[in-house]
Structures are given as C-alpha cells and as structure tokens.
C-alpha cells in the first residue's frame, strides 16, 4: 500500500517561519503535491514538484528529496490568514492519475 | 468561469436511504474523483473515472455507486449500505497528465438524521 506521513498539528507565530514536512512510501512516484485546505472549504493548489530541489512561489517553497522519499513545504513570513490544514499528496503511476493524501497538518498561527 | 461544483452544500440522510451528490465541472476535464474525508483526516478516494462510461473503485468503495454518462457530471449516491457516511465529500478533476493538478469543488458535508 501506499503511505504518506505527516504532523498532525504544529502552532506558529505571526510573522514567523514554519516547516511542514512529509515522507512517503509508495509504489512508484509521478510526483508531489501541496495543497491548503480552510476547515469547510475545498482544498486550493499551492505547488508541485517532480524533481529534486527547491521550488518558490512567493512566501511558499516546497522542496522534494525522491532518494529519501521526503517533502517540506516552508512558509514565511506567517499571515492569520495561513492558519489552515495542509495536505502532501503523491501521484503514483498507473493509478488513474489520482492523488494519494497524507492526513494532513492543521497549522494555527498564533499573535 | 470554468469549474466544478458540488450540490448541495449541506445534505442529511434517514436510516435506510439512499442519497446522491451531484459533481459537474465544464474545465473539459477527463477525469474525475470523488473523495471521503472525516474530521480532522486527510482525503481517502472513493471512486474515479478516466473517461465517460468507465469508472474504478478507490480504497473505500464499499457503500458507494456512481455513473458517468457525459463528460462533465459524475454524481455520487451513498447508499444505506454505508453505515458510517457521516463525512465531507469533495468532488475532484483533472486532465490526463503526471502533472496535472486536481481541481476541487467546494464539498457536500453528509450527515445522518
């Protein structure tokens, strides 16, 4: 089967930086997601990588080590506003190009 | 403005019945999902369909039925045999693609009566 594997919870401060890690095991890999998600709300895109290394994308940055089967999505600069879950899903090859998702890491953003 | 939407917002189901989520996008994606997700979990897949008329099942199939006549509907009937659908159903889509994004709908929350 496939597993992917998450904090359940992590509290930072406004303004602060926060690392959000995911490791996975699966049967093969066509690449990572990251995805967040308000309580009641539908999950909305935030990156994608394929490859090793770092990708940014204003005050979010993702990096992917497929040796190590390890993700982190960074965030800086921390706003209210990203107090959310967010969720690693992996694409695995031959499933129907669906996503397989982790359970995800509830993010609160303290004053 | 392309996308995909989910009705109703909010349903409840009786002991016994059958219910259906309807799930229809026009981003002219082939595939579409439908996901399970409980309080404080992550997704866990349902049902998909690469192409109109065909359909597999996810991890947590039993319980569940869905169709695909058109392209752009793929509705979603929970049925009395699930004996636990209390959760929140989110529809997804994509096009074919290793890297292609899913695109969510907005989510039906099920609850029992």
């Known amino acids: 089967g496939q597993n992917i594997d998450q904090p359940t919870e992590m509290t930072a401060t406004e303004g602060a930086i926060v690392q959000i890690n995911c490791t996975y095991q699966t049967s093969g890999f066509n690449g990572l997601f990251w995805y967040q998600q308000h309580a009641g709300e539908a999950p909305t895109f935030l990156s994608y990588?394929?490859?090793?290394g770092l990708e940014e994308k204003g005050r979010f940055s993702s990096f992917l080590s497929r040796s190590k089967g390890y993700s982190y999505l960074l965030l800086k600069e921390l706003q209210m506003k990203d107090s959310a879950s967010y969720l690693c899903a992996v694409r695995v090859p031959g499933a129907g190009n669906m996503l397989t998702f982790g359970g995800g890491t509830r993010l609160m953003v303290k004053p | 403005d392309g996308g995909i939407t989910q009705s109703p917002k909010y349903l409840f189901r009786k002991e016994g019945q059958n219910v259906t989520l309807s799930c229809e996008q026009n981003?002219?994606?082939?595939?579409m999902y439908w996901y399970r997700q409980d309080p404080g979990q992550g997704l866990r897949l349902i049902y998909y369909?690469?192409?109109?008329?065909?359909?597999q099942k996810g991890d947590i199939a039993e319980g569940y039925s869905v169709s695909r006549e058109k392209k752009e509907s793929f509705p979603l009937t929970v049925t009395s045999a699930q004996k636990n659908p209390t959760a929140f159903y989110l529809c997804?889509?994509?096009?074919?693609?290793?890297?292609?994004?899913?695109?969510f709908g907005s989510g039906t929350q099920l609850s029992v009566l």
């Open positions: 997804a889509s994509s096009s074919q693609g290793a890297n292609e994004k899913l695109f």
């Open positions: 981003l002219n994606h082939d595939a």
């Open positions: 369909s690469q192409i109109v008329n065909d359909f």
């Open positions: 990588n394929v490859l090793d």
